[in-house]
């Protein structure tokens, strides 16, 4: 198991400062959340890229994925979704991320319009993200918060850049059982997103191990090499304890659940 964290639970915060947190509490890689408020967003320039590049290089942490929020399923105009998603697949390109994050965003469609709308936009931009060497992954969130929900879409797009990252919270909350999500995601599963909440209305993040998130069960039938990224979404809970003094504890605690079993 391989461990990340998002920059969603430090907002705002430099590049440097978040490559020094990831050496020093032992995280192999960082989830950088692409937004104008945040020092990675699609406005950098080719030499801000390549800084960024640079940060992550000499502290041997790897940037594996760009966040974005481009909403693939959304009724919104065909072109504007496509031209962000295409500037993330470049972004990530640049940075050297093997990974970009998108939603689906379906609202209030029929689900068969929202999957189709979705699987049509993957489609066409899989095979740039290909030449490219990105995958794009569709996350569980929102209207298709389910893993089944996820690999209807991805399955039907049938391409081997076009993935999925199960965020266990949104699987959770849908009713499904880890070991279910688990079997439908496993065949396009690009890295698994963890957290822990007080409940499925009380979404404040905390520490991970102390709230009701079935994290043991979502990572053991991971495989070795699984990638596995804490969200801590400090940005939506101000009033949330700050991640930098969690991260070694969490990690630890990861690496615990994460252990083969005897």
Known sequence: MKLAF????????????VVRLATEHGYEGVELRAHPDEPVHLGLSSVERADVVEEFKAAGVEILAVAGYVQVASDEDDEEISTELAE????????GARYVRVFPGGGDQDEADADATAARRLGTAAPAAADMGVSILLETHDTHSAGADVARIVGTVGHPRIGAIWDVLHTWRSGEDP???????APHLGYVQVKDVTSATDLTPLPLGTGVLPLAACLEPLTPDTWVCWEYEKRWYPGAADLPGLLSAGREHLLRLGAPKA
Request: aromatic fraction near 0%; hydrophobic fraction near 55%.
């Open 179 to 185: 070991a279910a999500t688990h079997a439908v995601l």
């Open 6 to 17: 998002s920059t969603l639970g430090v907002p705002g915060m430099p590049v440097a400062e």
């Open 88 to 95: 993330l697949v470049k972004l990530a390109r640049d940075l």
